[in-house]
């Protein structure tokens, strides 16, 4: 991940909805959550979840697929791991027996 990936990327989590729209996504694992359970979960009108949506789409870190007549939204555990591994990349001068490792598991 370069630093443009990576400001996108904050930038669209530095946002309440947004936020806890991707923890949400995380929590529901690779499976994924239909666009109306979200918006019904968050208390959100369609019009405004679809705008947040697309913004975590945009910084890769969701995605989405069609199933019948659902969109179904899922967390880009790909995406995560970049931006985690972007901060993480020069932790602690590099001594990595500091900064102790992380796991992101694919499945839950």
Do not use: W
Request: charged residues 25%; negative net charge.
């Amino acid at each position: 991940m370069d630093t443009d990936n990576a400001v996108s990327a904050f930038s669209a989590l530095a946002q309440e909805t947004r936020l806890s729209t991707l923890k949400l996504l995380v929590q529901a694992g690779p499976n994924g959550m239909a666009a109306g359970a979200i918006a019904t979960e968050l208390g959100l009108a369609a019009p405004t979840l679809s705008f947040h949506l697309k913004e975590l789409e945009r910084a890769e870190l969701i995605h989405a697929r069609k199933e019948g007549r659902s969109i179904i939204y899922a967390a880009d555990y790909g995406g995560l791991r970049d931006l985690i591994e972007f901060l993480l990349a020069d932790c602690c001068g590099g001594d990595k027996r500091l900064c102790g490792p992380y796991i992101i598991k694919e499945a839950c």
